[in-house]
């Protein structure tokens, strides 16, 4: 690849990664000033990602852009870093992630999920108290639960409705409980169930009650996590081809910067 080719393709694909990094950094500070502490909770690794791709986007910038070798092997060291984290990691995503699925029932359209199937990775960070406390909380705001009447008005549509994970999981008692349901939102809790599941005994009625502080809803938010680090760990995949190729490039310009270097 020649010397201006490598060296304006470097300058341009890290200025448009710097513009990247700064509309993330922009994104953070407002979710940190955001009063949802579940959006709030992202912060710090949004403004890390983006103060890093920053960084590094800077210097590939300026080694390009003076032919500067120093500036472009402390890019190109910085870049094989990134490349490595994102392969460790999604290799781990793709391990931590190939356990649990759900059960079919009966006379259902959607799934049941039980905590046991997945991962230690997932058991261990679900039954912290400090994080399902965080988890929970968040659950209640979203209203998920509550708006199942509204979304589902008779029993028929209720009943052949695909309830997502977190619904199936959270937002009613499981199927071998058996209570009867009375709407979408409410179940006739006065039936006494023969099932030994303790989960028939958490679930309350109660908007700020429900199914949360069962295992089928933590449960069911094992695998909404499975789902989204899974496209994650797909997506990942996508950058480290793209980066893999940057960091291609990059060699070249700084290969080539080293050689002008040296005819002056």
């Not at 931590?96 to 079919?104: D, F």
């Not at 994970?165 to 169930?193: K, Q, T």
């Not at 028939?200 to 909404?224: E, H, I």
């Amino acid at each position: 690849m020649g010397m201006g080719t490598s060296t304006f393709i470097i300058r341009w694909i890290n200025f448009l990664t710097m513009l990247l990094a700064i509309t993330m950094i922009i994104f953070g500070v407002w979710m940190s000033t955001h009063h949802d502490n579940c959006r709030r909770s992202l912060t710090l690794p949004v403004l890390g990602l983006g103060a890093l791709i920053f960084i590094i986007s800077i210097i590939g910038f300026l080694g390009a852009l003076k032919n500067n070798t120093i500036l472009l092997w402390i890019y190109l060291i910085m870049l094989c870093l990134v490349l490595v984290a994102i392969l460790v990691f999604t290799v781990l995503a793709f391990i931590i992630t190939n356990n649990g699925s759900g059960h079919s029932v009966s006379g259902l359209r959607y799934k049941e999920y039980q905590l046991k199937d997945y991962s230690s990775w997932f058991l261990n960070h679900l039954n912290n108290p400090e994080n399902w406390k965080r988890l929970k909380s968040c659950l209640v705001k979203s209203e998920d639960c509550n708006n199942l009447s509204k979304k589902y008005k008779t029993l028929k549509q209720f009943k052949s409705a695909k309830l997502t994970p977190i619904e199936a999981g959270c937002c009613r008692p499981p199927f071998e409980c058996g209570y009867p349901v009375v709407n979408a939102s409410y179940y006739d809790l006065s039936f006494h169930p023969t099932s030994s599941n303790k989960d028939c005994k958490l679930y309350k009625n109660s908007r700020a009650v429900k199914c949360y502080n069962c295992d089928s809803c933590k449960a069911g938010v094992a695998q909404y996590m499975k789902i989204e680090w899974r496209v994650v760990a797909i997506f990942n995949l996508i950058l480290f081809v793209v980066l893999s190729i940057v960091y291609f490039v990059g060699c070249c310009a700084r290969r080539n910067a080293a050689r002008s270097r040296s005819k002056i």
